[in-house]
DNA sequence: AACCAGTGTTCGCATATATGAACAAGACTT
DNA sequence: AAGTCTTGTTCATATATGCGAACACTGGTT
């Protein structure tokens, strides 16, 4: 009854492209036609195929001896335009200036795919100016507060058979995961204790645009400065900036 | 004679995957089914299939109706990985901190594709908090001081027929560029005078990191303030931090 | 110098896909 | 409310692709 992974195929040559494409994405680095084949399990000659096509196009790049493949260019610029084509996204830009501003701290924007949780939108807090989580970056959703929010949204959650340890304090068990979940929607925010980088504690809640949610904000804190009086603070301005942008929203589609 | 556009097929069907991929890429928006035949030419049949098989894997969004389509979060993913595999892009991070530093203004890292010019990286400047220009961002070399810095760098630049006007200091005429681009190689910079963007001037320097070039990196200044002694700074400024990240690149190949 | 992995590349046939036309389903007109 | 567009969906067959095995390279080893 795993109706993830084993679905129709469709057209069997576009799947094994962005198989490709997929694969390149998450090693980031070079790759030999048989490192491809071993990893993807599809004939070697299809793969060359393939592979020579999408180099001709741009969206593959081989080393000088043509031997080895890395992601293309071309690649990049249709991750950039998923973001600018997103209304929520965009709608959503000055609600998170806003929070980033209020709270101080680094603000996130995210949305739920599968298992995990896909950063769209972040603002660095004015300690460290480089944000750790870059946007198209994937996490669990079960390491981190924009995936709990998301996942206590809805009735029966679907999560990984195996939840990945991130750090000492992910929550890797299924039982101990859905009694938390029923604290989140309690609470109404959830909370991440450094549960998916050491050091880092996470204040979200889900944006209830659609049912069952599909995007969050959260605020991150390095974990020395968050006490209960500062959670209570920064869960305050993320209800506030949680209405602002539902506001926004409801305002977008009933104009 | 002309080798680009109506080069060998190869896998049909992938070729179509990835066109669809990138034609939403550059519309950014929701698009029927008859909208993307006539824009892409394919047969609808064909495009139906591809469509949802993009749908199945989550490459292809659909509206809650299942008519409109757009570009799907995974292809988010793959875009970010780009930059994150590329060595050079790393190894320049550092220098390009330095540089946004020593001329607080705001600098860039772009990468020649074909007749445009693809930003890789960039450091905001002190000034203007939100870069104009977003990584990932497309632009007409022959517009940018990075474009022309690149150009200036091949014996024989392949430009495309129409040289597209972006503002009204544009260089348009082949002829006029061919000139500019001689005086760039004397110079040893190239300087974009409000020719992308009014009221912007950039001036930019190609890495040396392989022949012909392929890389370069700029300084974007607003145009009141590049007088004769701004732009000899900058351009200093620039040339040390080649120096820098030629040397870097060096000890990388050869440690 | 010949051998021997280990790879990338090509080839002929079985299979999956692309095609254009026919069909179905709405949306708008009259 | 029937008719007429327009657009999405399905179908049968010509065509392109995928498959495994054979071939060609390359670098390293004996």
Redesign the interface.
């Given at each position: 009854m795993d109706a993830t992974e084993p679905?129709?195929p469709?057209?069997?040559?576009?799947?094994?492209?962005?198989a490709l494409?997929?694969f390149?994405?998450?090693q980031?680095?070079m790759y030999s036609l048989t490192e491809i084949q071993q990893e993807l399990g599809y004939p070697k000659s299809s793969l060359y195929?393939?592979l020579?096509?999408?180099v001709?196009?741009?969206?593959v790049e081989t080393d000088p001896t043509g031997t080895l493949y890395?992601?293309?260019?071309?690649?990049?610029?249709?991750?950039?335009?998923?973001?600018?084509?997103d209304p929520v996204v965009g709608m959503a830009h000055e609600v998170l200036d806003w929070l980033a501003e209020a709270t101080g701290e680094t603000v996130h924007f995210g949305?739920l795919?599968?298992y995990d949780v896909?950063y769209?939108s972040s603002r660095p807090s004015r300690h460290n100016l480089r944000p750790v989580i870059?946007?198209?970056?994937?996490v669990p959703a079960h390491s981190t507060s924009l995936g709990k929010s998301l996942l206590a949204d809805r009735p029966d959650p679907v999560l990984r058979a195996e939840l990945e340890r991130q750090t000492e304090h992910t929550i890797t068990d299924h039982d101990a995961l859905r009694a938390e979940l029923r604290r989140v929607r309690e609470r109404g925010h959830a909370i991440d204790r450094e549960e998916n980088t050491p050091g880092v504690c996470c204040v979200g809640v889900a944006l209830r645009l659609q049912r069952p949610a599909r995007d969050a904000i959260s605020v991150s804190v390095p974990a020395i400065r968050l006490d209960d009086a500062r959670e209570r603070e920064i869960s305050a301005l993320l209800l506030q900036a949680r209405e602002r942008i539902e506001y926004a929203a409801y305002h977008l589609i009933h104009p």
């Open positions: 679905a129709a469709g057209v069997k040559s576009a799947t094994r492209t962005v494409l997929d390149f994405a998450r980031g680095g195929a393939l020579r096509t999408l001709q196009l741009g969206w890395r992601i293309g260019m071309r690649a990049l610029l249709v991750g950039a335009s998923y973001i600018d084509g949305r795919d599968d896909v769209l870059r946007v198209g970056r994937r």
